[in-house]
């Protein structure tokens, strides 16, 4: 060891020399050394060994077993067994960093007097609650002068810049436009806003762009964005689903309705989280919950758990609890218990499949069996419930859930302790409609309401088979076309099956109904009678499609190609098998029957209801500052804290802290109102000024804002997902395309331009690339639009340019502009083309994919 | 108090991906961060062909033969002579189920199936291959045969994995050629950097060419081998004249040069003027690349155009050759469609049939590479994503196949910097477990990387860590 330590040194005097350095400077050289390194295990976060490293004082005060800096560090960072050396984790240290420490040590360990030790983690400023600062005057310092309403966001964002002209009106309006409703304003727009002289002009517009119902559009697409809003997939184009849920889009539709009305973030976060627990019984808002579906993976329920957690502390919180999973977090004080209490709200859930009025039943939901497709259903809802309340939450080691320690006792939920909070789970009652929705009037309606369609189908089809076979008799008697009349007589005999069949469904309904009332609806009434007689019924039914599936059978051996026989004449002895089946059955008697839905538990944890409590809480120090700082960055292009996800102590610090704070709890004390939000940043002279910050158009508002400009977009709202390859040919607005984290999730048009990734899409990337350029010259799609926009478009020559320019860029051209476009107008031999050329051109500029 | 233009400019950029690499790294666009295009130390390779057969080649019935499977074919594992597989520990620290333990339903299978196909020494080198491979034993002399392979997943997310090296449970990391595409500088401004050919056929397996949070400029093209429409918009649409699209053209670049008068530190307008020009070029440069009447009847022949079994594989191997001469840095290529290789049943069949479809073209490739001196500067990868089970596969009544087998696999480089002629690594000598540390996939990430002069754990970006296992260790023995 002697030995090496003069080697050691000996290089180091060299390094020192060549970099002509006297001494290592512990602030400039070591210090950083130790804060990237080590701070996490011996720093303010967690004190392993007793030991702390992030001053020089404790450095030379060492651990619990002794000092530090005669040997043992330098054993512990030069150490090669591997369970020895330090750091723990990752590439050991750089051999010039071993050097920097030893000669630092060397001479003496010195440190400044003074040295701050690192701040207690829990007095990190996201982990306190936001303070509204005292605004003087309630107005800006510097542009509001310029601003005819004093806007508090301008005094306290003023500060620190130079003042600025605001934006003329066209470009303000463009601005807000594509803000609030994700589309430019038409020329006509533009005409009538320029036109309005009074000063509340644009105030008037903010109201009127924040009433829109494309507004609940456009911002529930940016919300997607964030709550990782996902069509189903796993293997789409099998097709098998294994992540997400065919019907998830009914919670798309729940956002932009819930934007459109004013709802409370706060309640849209608890509907999210617990609509089944908070309204019970409320299928609007129940299926809010596909927030959750939108992570169930059929293959791994481990898994959904997982994302569950990470998302929810992620988009709620800002927190990066997934990173407590394996081991205790490394910045945060969130330990891997933490992540597991966390999880426990989780615990109970499963998903369900419910019936809506006016759609097929979708039955109850598939289990997972890996020999079977999950077939995609698509009439119904989705949504959680608590399946399971005494789901155990095992703690793992490792990130890998075989590790389960299933000798300590299971995890109870709790949020984490530094954040502090109560929560109180208490078990939710539900009502019938909720456990046992076989109950609801409008369920037994339909299905009587089909019973007797099917009735009257069967009568008519009925009709018809008996004058066919009238017709084939008396055919016959002229042709003697004997294969001819039997047909007509098999098609009648499936006729009348089939009547029979209807029938029987329509009794066996009517029996199931009022076995129904007694069982669950509290009707006075044997049960075991009724049961007896609804069980007897469906076995009635099931005899009577026997028949239908036999005969059936027995015409399709008739039709059969000679090559289809032997399939055929198999099918019918299975169909005649079934039969017999079906009429041994039929003479037993029945003690059970199927109610007419799935039942459910009646009550439900609790669990989620607490937590979502907990969050969308006026203590919870985080949960407003994230929101406040996801609807920021959608007006600036840039947020107040860059780790938008991430507001712990690895994050970033906010740019403008008094300004997130306030603008939280003004968010706070207006009921969480996005549209109060909202209006008070458009209306602030910050983001009214010339100059602001660009940002680029997102996939859906570029192509959204060229159907729009070409009198094409279609104003339907809502649905089911169209899927992506009819993008082409629809007028659809692009959020009701599906998407989804695999090939075919996103529009080719809208691929190109950062459509976004539905597993990781808390910030869009904007790109710019030549894909981008070949899309809107090239796509048939750009080439149409321009053609109905030239078509639609007034004038000749100059005017004609002045009235594209205002149209697709909201502006008029200026001079060189003008002479540069009736240059290009010139050149082309076919003045058709030339417009719709020059359409395309302006689709082209910087300026209409970017909003200034 | 700071220029008001500074601050916006400081806020707005740390985001806005802005693209086309080296354009904006000679323009001094992008932060300090972001890597420079330029290689962090002297490359040994400029460009790489990664070739990839979906669906789980038999590493036993290709690349390393177990005589000793048919010597005990029939036997159970405990019946030989040798430790037996199934009672390591390598088979927990290893291996991960995608589905939950309760519906996994791939286990383990204890009777040994003998090979289905004979094997001899072949070249200089004296490396035993398989009588599968006529033209590849041609070729050994010049490859390094890596047969420690192993992998995580038993199930077919692997052909992800071991694109991004992360197992479908993980977080997703950006694919190896988007890595490579985000360190370094194009060499030829009108072609991608990054092309993918043939694949990946299915929606789930699009993560092997994603950048994810690189940002989708870094993602691979796909590129189709018909010169007609090679790339999505990249050809004139009917209603347009060659010359009007020109003068369009021309008019996109007038207005928004007029716009850069007023917006003269606007970098992203920058940035857009120069995406027009690359694709007006990239129009034209793509279906040059991926024409090949300049190739001659020979050349066609060496790549198996000529045959209907080899076409298809011929087709995109050459392709791949032209755009690496034309300084495309990744092509990713997909010899065969998703899963063709695998042969849970009839394996003799259907691994037969298989390499006859891609040895002449691969074999060929390499020959037309040295032959034109690109083998110096490209490095060949061939792989897939894991190899099949020494024992016989059981499952549906199961008799004449071999299931997924993650826990060895045989892959090979070739080419730039690599040691020809030479076999790394072993598995057991039933072809059950990669022996010693072995390789997990990601070392082959760090060894294409380190000879493109790359460091992956220098290309990490902030608030993205990456673990250690992303970035593997560089398998230093075949390095020449």
Known sequence: ?852 | MKPRRQFLADLGMGFTGLSLGSMLFRDGVARAAAPDGQPQFAPRAKSVIWIFLSGGYSHIETFDPKPALTKYGGMTFDKTPFENPLNSPKHHARFRSVAAEEVNVRNVYPTIYPMQVGFAKRGQCGVEITDWWPHLAGCVDDIAFVRNMWTTDNDHFAENQIHTGRHRLDEQQPSLGAWVHYGLGTMNENLPKFVVLGGPTRSDTRLSLDSLYLGPQHAGVPLAIDPKSPLPFGVRDARQSEAGQRDEYELIGRLNQLAAVEYPADADLRARIRSYELAFRMQASVPEALDFKPESEDVQKLYGLDNDATRVAGQRLLASRRLIERGVRFVQVYPSAYGTWDSHQKLQEKHAQMCAGVDKPVAGLLHDLKQRGLLEETVVVFCTEFGRTPGLELRNGGKDGRDHHPHGFTVWFAGAGIKPGIVHGETDELGYHALGDGHYVTDMHATVLRLLGLDGRRLEIPGRKRLDVDHGRSIDAILA
Request: charged share 30%; proline share 7%; hydrophobic share 40%.
């Open chain 1, 1 to 852: 060891m002697p030995l090496r330590r003069t080697w050691i040194v000996g290089i180091l005097s060299f390094v020192l020399h060549a970099r002509g350095e006297d001494a290592v400077d512990y602030l400039r050289d070591v210090k950083p050394i130790f804060a990237a390194r080590c701070y996490a295990c011996h720093g303010a976060l967690k004190q392993k060994a007793g030991l702390r490293l992030d001053t020089g004082e404790f450095i030379r005060r060492g651990a619990k077993d002794g000092p530090i800096i005669e040997s043992e560090l330098m054993r512990r960072i030069t150490s090669s067994d591997t369970d020895e050396r330090m750091p723990v984790e990752g590439e050991p240290l750089k051999p010039e960093q071993i050097r920097m420490i030893e000669a630092w040590l060397r001479t003496g360990a010195q440190s400044p007097a003074g040295e701050k030790p690192e701040p207690d983690p829990r007095e990190h400023w996201a982990f306190k609650p936001p303070v509204r600062a005292e605004i003087s005057g309630f107005g800006s310092r510097v542009s509001g002068s310029t601003n005819p309403k004093p806007n508090p966001i301008d005094s306290l964002i003023d500060g620190d810049l130079t003042p600025q002209p605001l934006a003329d009106k066209p470009a303000l309006l463009r601005r807000v436009s594509l803000d609030l409703i994700g589309l430019p304003p038409t020329r006509d727009e533009l005409r009538a806003f320029l036109a309005d002289d009074a000063p509340d002009a644009y105030d008037r517009a903010v109201d009127r762009l924040l009433h829109d119902p494309r507004h609940g559009e456009r911002w529930a697409r940016h919300w997607m964005d964030v709550w990782r809003y996902s069509d189903w997939y796993g293997r789409r184009l099998v097709p098998d689903v294994w992540n997400s849920a065919p019907q998830v889009w009914r919670w798309r539709d729940w956002i932009v309705r819930s934007l459109n009305a004013g709802k409370g973030y706060d309640r849209m976060v608890t509907e999210m989280l617990a609509a089944d627990e908070i309204a019970p019984g409320d299928d609007e808002s129940r299926v809010a919950t596909g927030y959750l579906v939108r992570n169930w993976y059929a293959l791994n329920p481990n898994q959904w758990m997982r994302d569950n957690v990470e998302h929810t502390a992620k988009a709620f919180l800002g927190l990066t609890f997934n990173c407590a999973h394996c081991h205790d977090h490394k910045y945060d004080p969130i330990t891997q218990q933490d992540y597991f209490h966390l999880r426990a709200f989780f615990e109970p859930i499963y998903v369900r499949q419910d019936r809506v009025p006016g759609e097929a039943d979708p039955g109850a939901y598939q289990d997972y069996d890996y020999s079977k497709l999950r077939k995609i259903v698509r009439t119904g809802m989705v949504s959680v419930f608590d399946k399971d309340a005494a789901a155990k939450t095992w703690f793992y080691t490792g990130g890998d859930e075989r590790n389960r320690q299933t000798d300590r006792p299971p995890a109870q939920p709790a949020p984490p302790a530094f954040l502090g909070g109560e929560v109180r789970v208490e078990p939710v009652k539900l009502p019938l409609s909720v456990s046992f929705p076989g109950a609801k009037p409008f369920a037994r309606e339909d299905e009587t309401r089909a019973a007797e369609k099917a009735i009257a189908n069967a009568r008519a089809q009925l009709k018809t088979a008996e004058v066919a076979l009238a017709a084939a008799n008396e055919k016959f008697s002229v042709t003697l076309d004997e294969s001819a009349a039997q047909d007509a007589e098999l098609a009648m005999r499936l006729a009348q099956a089939a009547l029979v069949a209807a029938r029987a469904k329509r009794d066996s309904l009517k029996a199931r109904v009022a076995a129904d009332d007694v069982k669950f609806l509290g009707k006075p009434g044997d049960l075991a009678a009724v049961a007896k007689t609804a069980g007897e019924s469906e076995r009635a039914l099931a005899l009577a499609v026997a028949k239908v599936a036999a005969i059936e059978a027995e015409r399709a051996v008739r039709a059969a190609k000679p090559d289809e026989k032997k399939k055929a004449d198999a099918e019918l002895a299975n169909a005649t098998k079934a039969l017999a089946k079906a009429e041994d059955d039929a003479k037993k008697p029945a003690t059970d029957y199927t109610p007419l839905s799935p039942t459910y538990p009646h009550e439900s944890t609790g669990r989620r209801l607490a937590l979502a409590r907990w969050i969308a809480s006026r203590k919870n120090p985080l949960t407003a500052r994230v929101a406040v700082n996801h609807i920021w960055m959608r007006h600036f292009h840039t947020p107040l804290v860059a780790s938008v996800y991430d507001f712990g102590r690895n994050g970033s610090p906010p740019t403008h802290p008094e300004l997130l704070d306030w603008l939280a709890v003004e968010f706070m004390e207006n009921g969480w109102s996005m549209k109060h939000l909202h209006r008070l940043i458009v209306t602030s002279a910050a983001y009214q000024r010339a100059s602001m910050s660009p940002g680029r158009m997102e996939a859906e508002v570029v192509r959204d804002s060229m159907l729009h400009l070409a009198g094409k977009l279609d104003a339907r709202m809502g649905g089911q997902e169209l899927e992506t390859a009819a993008m082409p040919g629809s007028n659809r607005r692009s959020l009701y395309f599906a998407c989804y984290p695999e090939g075919g999730g996103s529009g080719e048009f809208t691929g190109v331009f950062d459509a976004p990734d539905p597993n990781d899409c808390y910030r869009r990337t904007q790109s710019i690339v030549p894909q981008q350029a070949l899309a809107l010259t090239n796509s048939k799609f750009v080439h149409d639009c321009s053609e109905a926009i030239a078509r639609r478009l007034t004038g000749e020559g100059a005017e004609f340019i002045t009235v594209a320019f205002e149209h697709l860029l909201t502006r008029p051209p200026k001079r060189e502009e003008t002479d540069a476009c009736l240059a290009f107008l010139t050149k082309q031999p076919d003045p058709g083309r030339a417009r719709e050329s020059l359409i395309r051109a302006l689709f082209n500029h910087h300026e209409f994919v970017t909003v200034r």
